[in-house]
Structures are given as C-alpha cells and as structure tokens.
C-alpha cells in the first residue's frame, strides 16, 4: 500500500539550482541532471567558466534546459534574493545541489584563522544560509523538494592539512542530518553525496602529485573515481527510488572508507 506525501511534489518537469557548477563535480551534476530532463540553473563565482557550459547543452540537445547565474556564497545577506533571483529564471525550484567548495592545504601549527574562516564560510555557513534560503520558499510554496549536499569522505577521517576541510565537511553531516530532522514534515528531501577522491582538473582547488598519487594507492577499487560516479549518486537521491530517504549521507569513494588497500598484509 503506498502513502501519500504530506506536501505534494511539484509536476514534472523539475528545475535544480546546482552550486560550483563550473567545478568539475558540479558541472557532472548539472549535465546528469539535465539528461534526466531536470532544467538546471548553474550557479558558481567563475561565472566565464559557465557560459560555455550553458552553450553545450543548448547544442547537444539535453533534455533539461541550462541558464546561468553568477554567485558569491560568501555574501550570505545576498542568498535569499539569489534562490528569488534561481526561481523566476525557469519558473520554480525543486532541487538544490550544494556542490560549491574549497579544499586547500595548510598545515595544522600554520594555519591562519582566514584561512579557516575561508573554507568553513564556502563549506558549511553558505551551505546553511542557502539551503534555509530555498527550503522556506519551498515551504512557503507549498511543495516538496530535494537538498543534496556534497560532503567528503574527509568528514569522517582526517588528513593532514585539511583540519578546516575535514572540520567543515563533519559539519556538513550533520548540517545534513538537523536539515532533514525538521523539513521531512514539509516532504523536503535533504541528503548527502560522501565522495572518496575524484579526478578534477580544478583550478580553484589543485592537489600536490605525490598526495595523489598516495590516495590513488590507497583505493581498493581498481580504477579512478569521475565526476560521473558523483553525479549518478545526486540523479538517484532526487529520483523516486530515494523517495523514503532523507538524513543519509551516500559514501561513492570506490571503497575508500572501509580502509587502506595500500598496507601489506601484516
Ligand atoms: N574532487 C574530489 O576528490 C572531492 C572529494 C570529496 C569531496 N569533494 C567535494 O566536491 C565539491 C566539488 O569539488 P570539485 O572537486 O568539483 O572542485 P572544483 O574546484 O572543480 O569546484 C569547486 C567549485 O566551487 C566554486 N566556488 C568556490 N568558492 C565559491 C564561492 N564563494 N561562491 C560560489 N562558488 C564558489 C569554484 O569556483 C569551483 O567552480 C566540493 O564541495 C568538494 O569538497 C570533492
């Protein structure tokens, strides 16, 4: 026997507001998305780098439509008109995608409190101010919705020199958690994507070759991890299947977490 939803879904076709889109695990996202006739707006800082995105959509003939919007997260007074701004370009919003981030490197004993501040403001306090932005004007609209938040697997195991990262992306999990505790009753959605190391050519966020290389090593799975693998996980938890989950957190990290498949046998 199936139960109804308290607050209904919106019809179809849905439309996802997709952050760090012109990331490379944002922009994955946004294109899985798409495929699945989601209209997706892509917002990110580096708004040259989403025109391009927009343009091959438009001629590869997605499903979904594409549009773009510039954003600071880091101006969280400016979100709520940001998610207004999201709404009018298609007409709604259903789905939200925190996949904006920063994991740069500073070790422990040198860290400066603006670094921290940097990445725990994109990683966690944006994240709260965003996804309060979009779930009241869910609630206010009368629909459901889904959140997916793109975690790490560092939420759950420390590594030198992310003491920031790791510290924002364990609250990220539990952000996740209090998120999806007091919106079930509006049928909002709120997840997590936890992945292990992903091929990205990032700019924003480049990785030394000997870390790599080490974490590579370190991955029972027997071949790199894409943006792709991310994006299948995101198009899942906002599909019907996931449609009795909220406050779980998806580990997509080729085995990572069960532990290190670079140790000998002891
Ligand atoms: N690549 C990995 O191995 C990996 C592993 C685990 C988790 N993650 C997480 O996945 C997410 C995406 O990472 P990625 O690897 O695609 O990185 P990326 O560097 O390719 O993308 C990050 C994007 O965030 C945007 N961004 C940063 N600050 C912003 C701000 N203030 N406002 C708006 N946009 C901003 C950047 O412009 C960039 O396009 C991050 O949250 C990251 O922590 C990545």
């Known amino acids: ?15 996802a507001l997709v952050t760090g889109a012109a990331g490379g695990i944002g922009a994955a996202v946004a294109r899985r998305l798409s495929e699945d ?25 997605s499903a979904g439509a594409f549009a773009a919007l510039e954003v600071d997260l880091t101006d969280r007074a400016s979100l709520p008109d940001f998610v207004d701004r999201a ?21 422990l004993l040198e860290m400066r409190d603006d670094q ?16 309060r932005a979009f779930a009241r ?7 459901g919705g889904h959140i997916v938040n793109i975690s790490s697997g560092a939420s759950a195991r420390a590594r030198r020199g992310a003491a920031h ?39 924003v966020n480049p990785l030394g070759e000997e870390y790599v290389r080490k974490i590579r090593g370190g991955q029972p799975w027997p071949r790199a991890g894409v943006p792709d693998d991310i994006a299948g996980a995101v198009a899942f938890l906002c599909g019907p299947d996931a449609s009795w989950m909220t406050g779980a957190s998806l580990s997509v990290d080729g085995g990572a977490g069960t532990g290190n498949a670079a140790l000998p046998l002891s």
Request: aromatic letters at 6%; hydrophobic letters at 45%; glycine letters at 6%.
């Open 137 to 143: 004007r869910l609630v206010d609209a009368g629909h």
């Open 87 to 107: 709404r009018e370009v298609f007409g709604g919003l259903d789905i939200l995608v925190n996949a904006a981030g920063l994991y740069p490197s500073a070790p």
């Open 37 to 61: 006739g989601v209209k997706v707006i892509l917002a990110d800082l580096r708004a040259d780098r989403l025109a391009p995105l927009v343009a091959a959509s438009s001629s590869s003939g």
């Open 1 to 15: 026997m199936s139960t109804p939803e308290s607050t209904p879904a919106r019809n179809e076709p849905r439309i």
């Open 116 to 131: 921290w501040d940097q990445v725990m403001d994109v990683n966690l306090s944006a994240v709260f101010s965003l996804s």
């Open 165 to 203: 990262y790791c510290t924002s992306k364990a609250g990220l999990d539990m952000l996740t958690k209090a998120f999806a505790l007091e919106l079930a009753e509006h049928s909002i959605h709120v997840n997590a994507v936890s992945p292990g190391f992903i091929e990205v050519d990032s700019e």
